[in-house]
Every structure is written in structure tokens, then in C-alpha cells.
């Protein structure tokens, strides 16, 4: 098994890993719009969902995966309002993968954060 970290603080405090790979499977966890190397949140869904993808891919890469290997996502969004707004990024980044996907409407726990992507990908 193997455990990969991005450094965000969030990891450690909460005690866990941005991603964990086992076999033939990567398990993304809930990923949110921080640019973790700054921690800096941008404003608008659309663009905390790009900086989403930009961490996801990165450990995907650094996990020995691909974009195609995601084969489930799942979207919490903070407002049913916002969903409009997070379409087209979505579209672009998973729009050819099309893997099995959930949406939930839910509460994150700080207040900026707006958007969190999690993500399993399969190598098999």
C-alpha cells in the first residue's frame, strides 16, 4: 500500500491521505479548491473545481495513474445554485473519461470552500 500526501495541513491534523493506492485501485480523497502549495482559495466554483483537477491529476500522476483510469467521482457542492457555473469544468475535464459519478448537496466545513471533488481510478 502506498499513502501520498500533497502537504496540505489538512492531511496530518485530520490524520489522512491525499490519496492511497492499493493493487490496482487509487483512492482520491475529497479534494477542495486550495492551491496547496499556497493554500491560497480562489473565489468562484469554477475556478476552485480547476484547481481541484490540477491537485487530482497531479496524484494520479505521482500514484502511477492516468485521467482514464477514474472510473467514479463524486461532486459536494455547497448550493444547488453554483451547480450551473461548475458544468462546463466538469465537462472539460471528465467529459471523455465519463465515469460513474454522484453529486451531493452538502455543507463543507469551512465556509470558503465551495466545491470538493473525490475520485477513484482502477488499473486492471
Known amino acids: 500500500m502506498k499513502h501520498i500526501s500533497t502537504g496540505s495541513p489538512f492531511e496530518k491534523t485530520m490524520g489522512y491521505s491525499r ?15 486550495y492551491d496547496y502549495a499556497t493554500m491560497a ?8 473545481a ?3 483537477f490540477a491537485t487530482i491529476w497531479r496524484v494520479l500522476e505521482e500514484a502511477g495513474f492516468e485521467p482514464s ?4 467521482v463524486q461532486y459536494t457542492v455547497v448550493d444547488p ?17 465519463r465515469p460513474a459519478a454522484t453529486m451531493v ?5 469551512r465556509p470558503e470552500m465551495l466545491v470538493e471533488i473525490e475520485v477513484t481510478a482502477y488499473q486492471g
Not at 490519496?19 to 479548491?33: I, L, N, R
Not at 448537496?105 to 466545513?109: D, E, M, Q, V
Open 50 to 52: 480547476e484547481n481541484c
Open 41 to 48: 482559495m480562489p473565489e468562484g466554483i469554477a475556478a476552485q
Open 69 to 72: 483510469d477514474v472510473v467514479r
Open 81 to 97: 445554485s453554483l451547480v450551473e457555473q461548475l458544468v462546463p469544468v466538469l465537462g472539460r475535464h471528465l467529459g471523455e473519461i
Open 19 to 33: 490519496a492511497v493506492v492499493k493493487g490496482g485501485w487509487c483512492f482520491v480523497s475529497g479534494v477542495t479548491g
Open 105 to 109: 448537496i452538502a455543507g463543507l466545513i
